[in-house]
C-alpha cells in the first residue's frame, strides 16, 4: 500500500484520479444527506426543543396564576369565614336578647295570672262565705222550726246566730 | 490487495477497489440516513429509529461542542456528522465483507486505502485553515498559526501544519489497514490445513472482527475529534 503513495508521486493519474473520485462521491454523500435525513431531523429537533420551552413556559405561567388563584381563595375562604363568624355571634346575641324578652313576659304574664286568680279566689271565696252565711241562718232557722216546733222571731233568731258564727270565726 | 484493477476516464485512472468501495459506503451511510428519517415525528417512541438517528447528531454534536462551543462549531456540525457516518461505515464494512477476484480486491474497507483517508484528511484540513482565514482574516490567521509563539518557529509550524495532515490521514488507513491485513492472514491461516486449521482460524476472526469493530469505531470517533480541535486551533 505504501506503494500507492510513493506511486502517487509517479503516476499521478491513479491518485488523482482516486481522490477526485472519493471527494466527489463524499460532496454529494453530503448534499443527499443534507436533504434528506439531517435537515429535516434538525427542524424536527429543533420544533420538540422549541416546544418544549414553550411548554416549560406556559407550565410557569399555569402555576404561577394556580398560585396567584390559590391565594385569592384563601383569602375569600377567611373573609367568609369571618362574616359566618359575625353573623353567628349576631345571631346568638339576638337569640338571647329574645329569650330574656319571651322569660320576662312569661314571668310578667304568669304574674299577673297569679294576681288575678288570687283576687278571684278571694271574691269567690267572700261570695262563697256570704252564701253560706245567708244559706246556714236560713237552714237552721228551718231545722230550729223543726226541732223545737217553736215560732221564734226571725230577727232574733239570726242574731242568736250570727253570733254563733261569730263564735265560730273565732275559732 | 497489493494488486487492484484499474480504468480510466478522460486521463484520469480510477482504482476499481476504491469507486465500489466508496459507493456501497456511500450508499449505505444514505439509505441508513434515509430509512432512520422518514416518519418523523414531535415525539418519537421509545425504540424507534428516528431516536437513533438523533443519538447519532447528538454523539457528533457533542464533539463538535467538545471543542467549539460557538457560531464556527454549528456550521460544521452538519460535516462532522457526514464525516463521522463515512468513516465509521467505511471502517466497518471491511471487517463484514472483503471481496477479491483473481487476487484483485474489489470490496473492502475504503478507510483501508491511503489515498481515501488523504483525501479525507485534505478536505478536514483545507476546511479547518479555510475558516482560520475565514474568522481571522489572513494576516491574523497566518500570525497565530505560523508564528506564533515566536516569528522563528515557521519553519516548525510549517512542518506541524504538514504533519497534522498526514497524521489524520496515516493514523486511520494504518489502523483500518492493519486490521484487514490481519484478517487476511487469518483466512489464509484457514486454508492452510483444512478443518484442524479452520476452526481455530474461525474463533480468531470473531474475536479480531469484534476488535476491529471497536477499532473502526474509535478511528471515527479520533478522526472527527482531531477535525473539530484542528478547527479551533485556526479559527482562535
Redesign the interface.
Known sequence: MFNQIVLAGASEGLALGNMLFVLVAFLVLMLLLKKYAWGPVVKMMEKRAEKVAHDLDTAQDAREEAEKMAAQRAEQLQSARSEANGIVADAKEAANQQRDKIVEDAQKDAQAAKDQAGAQIAQERSEAMADIKSDVAELSVTIAQKIIQKELKLDDQKALIDAYIEGLGKK | ??KTA?F??A?????WN??IS??VV?AV??LL??W??RK????PAGKSK?NM??WV?DFTNNIVDGSLPNKTGNGLK??I??LF??IFVGNQLGVAFTVAVNGDTFLNS?T?????T???A??AISIAHFLGVEKQGFKNYFKSVYLSPFSVLLPLNLIEQFTSFLTLGLRL?GNI?AGEMVLSLLWQLAQSAGVVSFVPAFVLTIIWQAFSLFIGAIQAFVFVTLTTVYVSEKTE
Open positions: 490487495m497489493e484499474t480510466s476516464i486521463g484520469l485512472t480510477f482504482d476504491v469507486v466508496t459507493l456511500v451511510v444514505f440516513a434515509l432512520t428519517s418523523l415525528v414531535l415525539k428516528q438517528l438523533e447528531i452538519f460535516f456528522f457526514s457516518l463515512f475504503p483501508a486505502n491511503p489515498l481515501v488523504m483525501t479525507l485534505l478536505i488507513f489497514f
